[in-house]
Each structure stands twice: as C-alpha cells, then as structure tokens.
C-alpha cells in the first residue's frame, strides 16, 4: 500500500509544485505525512492500516524530491554535486535512526507515532525556505525575484539595484510588456518534442531501476545474513561511500559515465550471486553490499541528472513522472522478494539484470557537467539533441561550457546558478516568450 500510495500521489504534488510553487506543495506533503503517520498509530483496523500507510506513501516520493529540488534551482553546477551528496547522507544518517528506534520499540503504533512526530519541526522552516526564484521567474512573479536577490546581495555584502533587473529586462525581451498571460505546463508537455521525450524515457526507466533495486535490496539485505538487525545496519551504512564517491568524481568525470559504471558493476556483482551456494551468507551478503554500494551512487546521480535534464518549468512534473513510474514497478518487488524462499539468490539475480540494462541505457543520456539548468521546454529539448554515436559510446567526460556565476551570489553562504536560455528564434510552439528575460536575470547579472 505504501508503493502504491506513491505510485498515484507523486504527479499529484508535482503538478502542484509547477502549478503553486515548489514551496507550498512541500509543506502541504508534510502535513499529509504527518496526518497519515498519526492516523496510522490509532488504525482500529487492518483497512484503515492500509488507508492510512497509502496516505504516507503519498507523500514520501515529493518529501524528498521538492526541497532538492528548490535547492538544485539555486546553487550553481559547482555545488550541485557537493549538495546531493549532503542530502543523500542527512537521509542515510535518517535511516540509521529509524533501525535503531525500530530496535527499541517493539510496538509498531508506538513506532508509527516516533518517526511521524519529528515532522512537526519542519513548520518551523517556513519562514527560512525560500521559493525557487527560477520557477518565479517562469511565472511571472518579478518582486519576489527582485526580493530573492535582495536578501543574497546582502548576505553576501554586495549591491544590486532595481534599474538592473529592468535593464536586463528590456535588452533581452523587448515583448516583456505585452505579455498578459502565464503558460499553465502539463506532463504532457514532456513527451510533445523528439529529444525531451527521448530523455523523459530515460530518465524514467533509469531512475526505476535505481528506486526498484534500491527498495528491493534494502528489504531484502536482512535475508542475506544471519542478524536482520545487523544486515540492515550494514546495507544502509555501505551507502555512506556511495555518496562520498558521488562528491568525489561528479565534478571530475561528469554525471553520464559514473552512473553507466555503477549500474554495471552493481548489476554484475549481483548477477554474480548466481554462482554462490546458499549456504555461504557471507558471500551472498558481501555481493549484495557492493551493489548496494553501487546502486546507492547511481540513485545519487540519477536524481542530480533529472534536476539538469528537465526544464524549470516541468522540473518537479518531470521528477514526478519518473518517481510514478519507478513506484508502480516497485511495487512488484516485495512479490519478488518472495521468490527468496525457493532460492535466496533469486531476488539478487533479477536486481542485478535489472541494473545492467539500465547501465546500457544509461549511454544514451547527454553528459550535464558544468551546464546551466534548461529553463524552457525549448532549452529542455536543445540540451542533447547532436548527441551522435560516437558521443554515446565515448568512454572520457566532454564537458559543457561552464554556467556563468552572477557576481551578486558568487558566494559560499548564498548562490544562484545561470540558466540554460537559447535563441528564440527557433522556439517550440509552446515555448514561452520570455525566454530572453529568463536566461538573462540568471546569468548576465555578473557583467553588471
């Protein structure tokens, strides 16, 4: 029920944070979750057990996706890496609490009320989180851009005067004025172009081997050993040099290459559990470590190569799209784990042929070292489109010209990364026409 509940709940808050804005969908998540989890300790039945578990599955998928991705909107590609692997550690370091809360309450009303409760603090963030100033910007809401800067310049101890923002306005978008409406984005919009569509498949598919894996070893990690409770321990703590090795190689050797590898040497180290007896769990249980190593890293930057593929404005519809995916297929995976009783490798084995497909798949993603975040659906379908043969097997990183940082947020405590903006010329015909203005505010203000 809790996969299922994420498989029908993603889109819908996706939807809401293109729509309403990243901020508000997230803290309207939360209070589901909180809701839901509290439901779910005073559950009278098995019914509403299930009806309360799929109102937290809901909402878990957008928990995690929303604030990273209003975080990836504003840092720029020199932290990006630095920043997902942060996150992915907070979220590990979340993991190794809930194994050591589940260890000593036994009572799983008591359990549901222990990892719900916490949510509460999260309130206290609302006045602290700022609203991605690239979706304002795609809606139009230019004082709360100009209000975002503002509060960075200082932070950052500089200037940044209003006649800037109208300068940069007027050279880049002579039409700014004479636009009266806001283009309202759908799903649907991610598959109308060749490119875009090609990589929403993609990415799709990728991230749903990623997720299945993942939730099916970290269920199933338990099984390979002797200890549940240490099993599990181990799976969640091998994920800690996952992540490192993210923030290590993502700004030398690009996004492209260490996901292919990871999901190759992942994959083989679980295939390889085909030729191990079950009768050595110690093996079984290494082997199941490295890919959970492995596929740990390629999650890692599976979620930092949506943030960079997806136009800003489907950005969270995009991630949502392939968080549906990748939960309605793990939803099968707990059936999979089953087939542990006829042989325990039997679940490993089809992990591990899972993620060599998605290694091979995985070649056909454009490299996004260094590259500004596409803003429109036309800069979403420029990013990529030469891709040759020769591009999809080429085994060194070819970096993208490096994003122009504005001076004004060129700065440790606060940052803000230039957008993707191409020629308009061209332009997709449902590609805004505030393209110009977009790319500009972003990434010109450094030249004033």
């Not at 998928?61 to 929303?66: E, F, I, T």
């Not at 006045?127 to 795609?138: A, Q």
Request: with cysteine; aromatic share 12%; glycine share 8%.
């Amino acid at each position: 029920m809790l996969m299922m509940g994420a498989a029908l709940g993603t889109p819908a808050f996706g939807w809401i944070a293109d729509r309403h804005g990243r901020k508000n969908a997230y803290f309207i998540c939360i209070c589901v979750q909180l809701c839901g989890g509290i439901a779910t300790a005073f559950s009278h039945n098995f019914i509403m057990f299930c009806v309360c578990r799929f109102i937290v599955g809901a909402t878990y998928p957008a928990a995690w996706s929303l604030p990273f991705t209003v975080a990836m909107e504003i840092i720029t590609p020199k932290y990006r890496a630095a920043f997902a692997t942060a996150a992915s550690i907070s979220y590990n370091l979340g993991a190794l609490i809930v194994v050591g809360i589940a260890y000593w309450i036994q009572n799983w009303r008591e359990l549901a009320l222990a990892t719900c409760v916490p949510l509460c603090y999260v309130f206290v963030f609302w006045c602290f989180m700022p609203e991605s100033p690239r979706w304002l910007l795609t809606r139009r809401r230019i004082p709360e851009v100009q209000s975002f800067l503002y509060k960075v310049a200082r932070c950052n101890s500089t200037r940044f005067e209003p006649q800037q923002m109208e300068k940069i306005l007027k050279e880049h978008d002579k039409d700014w004025d004479n636009i009266t409406k806001t283009k309202n984005y759908s799903y649907l919009d991610l598959i109308r172009s060749p490119n875009l569509r090609k990589k929403t498949f993609l990415l799709a598919f990728i991230n749903c081997a990623n997720l299945s894996v993942y939730l099916g070893l970290s269920y199933y990690s338990p099984s390979l050993g002797t200890n549940p409770f240490l099993s599990y321990t181990l799976s969640v703590l091998v994920e800690i040099p996952a992540y490192l090795f993210v923030f290590l190689v993502a700004d030398r050797l690009g996004r492209r290459l260490p996901t292919v590898g990871c999901l190759l040497v992942g994959g083989g180290a679980l295939l390889a559990t085909a030729l191990v007896s079950s009768d050595h769990s110690s093996t079984l249980l290494t082997l199941g470590l490295i890919g959970k190593l492995c596929i740990s890293a390629s999650f890692t930057f599976g979620e930092i190569y949506e943030q960079e593929l997806f136009p800003t404005v489907v950005r969270s519809q995009g991630a949502s799209l392939t968080q549906y995916v990748s939960n309605a297929v793990a939803c099968v995976f707990p059936v999979v784990n089953y087939l542990g009783e006829a042989y325990i490798a039997y679940p490993v084995i089809i992990f591990g042929a899972f993620s060599v497909i998605a290694g091979i798949s995985a070649l056909f993603l454009p490299e996004t070292l260094g590259a500004d975040l596409p803003q429109t659906l036309l800069d979403g379908e420029n990013f990529g489109r030469d891709m040759t043969w020769k591009d999809v097997f080429q085994v060194c990183p070819a970096c993208p010209t490096k994003a122009r940082t504005p001076e004004v947020l060129n700065n440790k405590r606060c940052f803000l990364s230039g957008g993707g903006g191409r020629a308009a010329d061209n332009a997709l015909p449902d590609a805004p026409v505030v393209t110009g203005a977009q790319t500009s505010l972003l990434t010109e203000t450094g030249n004033l």
